[in-house]
């Protein structure tokens, strides 16, 4: 996941997750397993994360746009937060994200179990503003 803002943009911190370069921050959802006897036809795996929005000033408050889109799809997986499928253009998460409070997010991987085994490879862009 990475958060990169533009001048109109507030800064997005991400929390319960391992900080990788270049002010991304990485989420290792582990192995994802199924019962080869079950008739379930995909797998998934879910994880919840913080997201703190905010700004250089402490004393920054009120709410913010906060979206989300794959800036690099794996077309074998299905991402979703708090229940919304991402693509390659925004989503609007949540359109009254509080700045200055950490908020509980939770991101769904959801793999057909028919895929072969293999290491995924998305990115998830960010964005949160208030115009």
Known sequence: MAASPAADELAITFSSVTAG??????????????EPRSRRTTSVTR??????????????????????????DDPSCVIRIDGIALGTTPRMIDPHAPVGIVIAHRIEIEVP????????AFSIGWQASTD
């Open 47 to 72: 994880h919840t994360f913080g997201i703190l929005i905010g700004t250089a000033s402490a004393k920054s408050r009120g709410t913010a746009r906060l979206s989300a889109l794959l800036q690099t």
């Open 113 to 120: 179990t028919s895929a072969p085994e293999r290491a995924l």
């Open 21 to 34: 370069g270049s002010g991304e921050a990485l989420l290792d959802a582990g192995k994802l397993t199924y």
